[in-house]
Nanobody
């Protein structure tokens, strides 16, 4: 019943910016953390950034200083502001949420379908 939907991906030139968003919907009781992962062709999926319910954030070293994660708790939405994009940032970006729902008392992990980000001239 829980669904995560990403949006905001696209094609940008190096140095450009994008803002990704991910909205969680369904019978959600509480969201403990939301984050972004990415997976480039031939690479393993890696953590990009995460934000907890309390507002604590953490970013991968590769994006630190360029990406900013934020959250709108009222909308159950997480954002990823991506600045100074590099070709190395090209990947499918996946939204992730750790939350509890009506169906599950204990918290569980959910994933979005992914959104493509391509950084190229």
């Amino acid at each position: 019943q829980v669904q995560l939907v990403e949006s905001g991906g696209g094609l940008v030139q190096p140095g450009g910016s994008l803002r990704l968003s991910c909205a969680a919907s369904g019978s959600i009781v509480s969201i403990y953390a939301m984050g972004w992962y990415r997976q480039a062709p031939g690479k393993q999926r890696e953590l990009v950034a995460v934000i907890t319910r309390g507002g604590s954030t953490n970013c991968a070293d590769s994006v630190k200083g360029r990406f900013t994660i934020s959250r709108d708790n009222a909308k159950n939405t997480v954002y990823l502001q991506m600045n100074s994009l590099k070709p190395e940032d090209t990947a499918v970006y996946y939204c992730n949420a750790e939350l509890s729902s009506v169906s599950t008392i204990s918290r569980a992990v959910y994933w979005g379908q992914g959104t493509q980000v391509t950084v190229s001239s």
